[in-house]
Every structure is written in C-alpha cells, then in structure tokens.
C-alpha cells in the first residue's frame, strides 16, 4: 500500500463543509482551503460519514462506530455526515 500511514504528526478538529476542503494546519504557502493536504480520519461519535477521497470520489460511510479510525485519503467532510467529534490525522 502506497502512502500507507501508521502515525502521524499533526492533527485538527474537522468541520464539515459542502464546499471547502479540510484545511492542513501547517500549509503556509497557499490559501487555505486550495491545496490538497489528505488526511485520515478518527471519528468520535459515530453516524454516517459523508467524504470526499482525495482521488475526488465522493462516498457515503454508513454506521460508522463510535472511535473509529478511518483508513482512507479523505480531502473533504460534507456537512450531510451524522458522525460528529471527527478529528483529521496528517
């Protein structure tokens, strides 16, 4: 696996957004929102998990529990996601 991740080095809170990509806390050089800095993700209170992937497919993650990592390069949380508590891991 490519880009495989086992730790990382920092983290955010998420908000979702129905247009603005998840903002990479570190990325000084670009406006916010307008690189692609993917991430994954630790959902807190489960739901549903509305993402965007960072090849740009759009999917819907459905009963995700609560304290789940989720493997997957994610660029995006639409604000349709019931999950909550969602923390990005770069």
Known sequence: MPNLKLQTSRA????????????FPGDATAAPNTAQWPCVLYVGTGGTLDIRTADGD?????????????????IRVFTTSTADDIIALW
Not at 12 to 23: E, K, Q, R, Y
Not at 59 to 72: A, K, Y
């Open 12 to 23: 955010a809170a998420v908000t979702p957004s129905d247009t603005a990509n998840i903002p």
């Open 58 to 74: 759009d999917v819907s993650l459905i009963n995700v529990p609560d304290g789940t990592f989720i493997p997957i390069q994610v």
